[in-house]
Every structure is written in structure tokens, then in C-alpha cells.
């Protein structure tokens, strides 16, 4: 018998055995970097500019007068610009309210008692127009369409600072 001989690996072998060491640091080391980067944030885009509510209300008044509508597509077109001026510019949640219940929240806002009553009359005109069938004039129409032009513009008049109450 015999003892155990200690057998050296032939060269050739030490060199393949290094380079799957070197293969496998290499994944490794990928791997990790893969696993511990950090997540891309997100590009964050500029908020488009704030849009002028009376501006924006005013235009779409313009587009209304433009476009050949039944009398309730338009008296609906009408009151439904009015009431988001009103929401955004002064906070009253008019679209979820009926026409009387605007009304009365109306009369806190300030608007002189003649604008306030041309207004109230154009939004009942509206209301029977939308669920009466009544058939208005075309002179109701320019009427209505002043009226809700004229208030907007009132309502944004009472908003305006002075410039000249600055103190010296």
C-alpha cells in the first residue's frame, strides 16, 4: 500500500480557474452595482402658468357668442362660465348649487343692488330656458350675454387694489 501523494494541478488548469475567478468578480461586481443605484428621479416639469380666471371666463364668452348653439346649449354655456369665474375668483362652489342658492350667496359678494338684479333675472332666464322650453328672443340672448359679461367685469373690479392707497 501506499500513501496519499499530493498531486499538483498542471499550469494550464491554475490559469482557467483564474479567469472564471475573474469572470465571476466581474459579475459580481455588476450585479451590486445594478442592485445598489440609486432610482432616477422623476423629471419634474415647470407648472404651467396660473390662468387669469377673467381672462379665461371672457374668452369662452367670446367662443359662446361665436357658435351657432340651441338657445339651451347656450344659456347652459353662459351660466356655466359664470359660475366657475365665480368659483375660482371668489371661492363660492356655485356648480354644485341651484340657481336660487347662487343667488342668495350673491348678495354677499358686494355687487351694486341694479347688477345684482340684471344677474339674478339672467340666471332665472337661464333656468327656465335649460327646463321650461321657453323659447327667449334674440334680444334676450344679447341681454344675457351683456349681463353675464358686465358682472364678471364688476366682480372683478370690486377684486382690484387700488394702486394709489400705497402709504408714502
Same mark, same amino acid.
Not at 416639469?45 to 374668452?59: G, S, T, V
Not at 340657481?99 to 355687487?111: A, P
Not at 321657453?134 to 387700488?162: C, L, M, N, R, W
Given at each position: ?26 459579475? $459580481?461586481? $455588476?450585479?451590486?452595482?445594478? *442592485? ?19 381672462? #379665461?371666463? *371672457? ?20 351660466? %356655466?362660465? /359664470? ?13 354644485? #348649487?341651484?340657481?336660487?342658492? $347662487? ?8 355687487? %351694486? ?7 339674478? %333675472?339672467?340666471?332665472?332666464?337661464? %333656468? ?16 344675457? /350675454? ?23
Amino acid at each position: 500500500m501506499k500513501d496519499i501523494q499530493e498531486v499538483n494541478p498542471p499550469e494550464e488548469e491554475k490559469v482557467n480557474r483564474l479567469w472564471w475567478y475573474i469572470g465571476g468578480g466581474i459579475l $459580481l461586481i $455588476l450585479l451590486l452595482a445594478i *442592485l445598489l443605484r440609486k432610482p432616477k428621479k422623476p423629471a419634474v416639469k415647470p407648472a404651467p402658468p396660473p390662468i387669469d380666471p377673467c381672462k #379665461q371666463a *371672457l374668452e369662452q364668452l367670446e367662443k359662446l357668442r361665436r357658435e351657432k348653439l340651441t338657445p339651451k346649449a347656450y344659456y347652459s354655456g353662459l351660466t %356655466d362660465v /359664470f359660475r366657475v369665474y365665480v368659483e375660482k375668483r371668489k371661492g363660492v362652489h356655485s356648480l354644485q #348649487q341651484t340657481t336660487g342658492d $347662487l343667488v342668495m350667496q350673491l348678495r354677499s359678494i358686494g355687487m %351694486d343692488e341694479g347688477m345684482f338684479k340684471q344677474l339674478a %333675472d339672467t340666471l332665472q332666464l337661464s %333656468d327656465l330656458v335649460k327646463f321650461a322650453k321657453y323659447e327667449p328672443s334674440s334680444a334676450d340672448d344679447t341681454k344675457a /350675454f351683456e349681463t353675464i359679461k358686465k358682472s364678471i367685469g364688476h366682480i372683478e373690479q370690486s377684486i382690484q387694489v387700488p394702486t394709489n392707497s400705497e402709504p408714502r
